[in-house]
């Protein structure tokens, strides 16, 4: 991977080079320097039942956390003991509130990260009180644990403003899966809000077995609130490439495809519209939002996926399927997820992805029509964080 | 009569303690989870 501050020969100072296309991201300055993630945003970090009186190590763009949970409450805490260097998240808790270096005992409170004790130096320790570890916002949402990462000490906004909005308010089943990946975020969330890419990429996945998948479509970008959203104008299921011949994804054991444009389901118009996800009035059914949310609608469920930065070259793939649903249902949700959603979308189907992710090495790129999606989700990063950076 | 009884009562106790088991151990070597989220 390259980008300017991890090192993209393409910057720095050197004379351009004067091949094809973009050579670098210039254009999207913010964009450009977030190789390790944007600060100033929740981000998900584990599944909350992960996380016990036992602490637990995370890097966060690119910063180490440690995290543990106290009296029901979790804490994060700067995983670096200041004395010596020494993970925090290697020691454990000797008092109650609190967490100990294990290397000389320093103590930290785990609510303002002050060193309240030296075991090894006596209830009297001069150092006591002259020594803090950064301690981070943390919630709980969605099952999971999420660390909010400041600017600059700023207290955080609430995460429910963050949060997919239909998220907030309803009930919901959910099945997801968390995985360690190979790539730098940008890579990860641009690939996920590719217009081109699940037509080729995906068409061999067993997620898609029974359903075509359109040949090409005329998208175009539309913004509503913090989302941008793919709007399909134009439907194409096969095309004569001039000299070169006839393409399709249509096959005899695939379903028929539908007539017309659709923008909910990436495979066809729905027949029965879950209530919920109607009463969002999604213009399209694949939108993307800071700091790196896609959101793919579909008629009974939704799929979400968050880019976790974790440093330049590594991101935590989040992904999650949520359904409205309750009573009985839910157990058929979870017979589902685990037994085939689990495995195939958020397994084979996400892992092509996580494949092209690992492989991408730009810029330069030379980019085409469909990259609409990626330049209109470059110019949303760059146009809210230079908002957040003014505010 | 007996030893089947005996044969179900442990049956049902090993699938009653295991099945939670196999599912942490599920869930944590996968880093899967399921649930109802309620608002």
């Known amino acids: 991977m390259t980008d300017s501050p991890d090192g993209n020969p393409a910057r720095g100072g050197r004379e351009p080079s004067r091949g094809p296309g973009r050579q670098d991201w210039s254009t999207w300055p913010h964009y450009d320097a977030a190789g390790t993630g944007f600060r100033g945003y929740w981000y998900p970090v584990t599944w909350s039942s992960h996380i016990t009186g036992t602490p637990s190590a995370f890097t966060l763009c690119g910063e180490k956390i440690a995290l543990i949970r106290d009296g029901g409450q979790v804490y994060a805490l700067h995983d670096r003991c200041p004395h010596r260097g020494v993970p925090l998240s290697q020691g454990n808790q000797q008092f109650p509130g609190t967490l100990s270096c294990p290397y000389h005992g320093w103590t930290y409170d785990l609510t303002d990260g002050r060193l309240c004790a030296v075991i090894t130096d006596g209830p009297q320790s001069p150092i006591r009180g002259k020594v803090n570890v950064q301690t981070y916002p943390v919630a709980e949402r969605m099952g999971m644990v999420w660390v909010y990462l400041p600017l600059a000490g700023e207290e955080p906004h609430p995460i429910d403003e963050q949060l997919p909005e239909e998220l907030v308010g ?78 399709s994804n249509k096959r005899w054991w695939k379903l028929k495809p539908p007539e017309g444009a659709f923008n909910l389901g990436n495979t066809g118009a729905p027949k029965r519209v879950d209530p919920v996800i109607e009463a969002q009035g999604f213009p399209g059914f694949a939108s993307l939002s800071m700091p790196g949310v896609l959101r793919i609608a579909y008629p009974n469920f939704i799929h979400y996926e968050f880019y976790v930065p974790v440093d330049a070259d590594h991101h935590r793939y989040v992904g999650v399927m949520v359904n409205f649903t309750e009573g009985w249902d839910t157990l058929r949700f979870y017979a589902k997820y685990l037994g085939a959603i689990r495995w195939l979308f958020h397994g084979e189907f996400s892992g092509q992805d996580a494949w092209m992710v690992d492989m991408t090495d730009a810029p330069p790129e030379r980019l085409y029509r469909p990259d609409v999606s990626l330049t209109a989700w470059r110019n949303l990063a760059e146009d809210e964080y230079a908002k957040k950076l003014g505010a | 009569m007996r030893s089947r009884t005996l044969a179900a009562l442990l049956a049902g106790a090993a699938l009653a303690v295991g099945t939670p088991l196999l599912w942490r151990w599920f869930a944590r070597t996968t880093n899967t989870q399921v649930h109802r989220i309620n608002q």
């Open chain 1, 170 to 247: 309803n009930a919901f089943v959910l099945g997801g899966r968390i995985d360690p990946r190979a790539g730098n975020w940008r890579f990860a969330c641009e690939n996920g809000f590719d217009e081109g890419h699940a037509k080729y990429l995906h068409r061999t996945s067993l997620w898609r077995l029974f359903k075509a998948m359109p040949t090409w479509n005329v998208t175009r970008i539309v913004t509503a609130g913090r989302w941008i959203y793919r709007v399909q104008d134009e439907v194409y299921w096969d095309a004569e490439y001039p000299g070169v011949g006839r393409w």
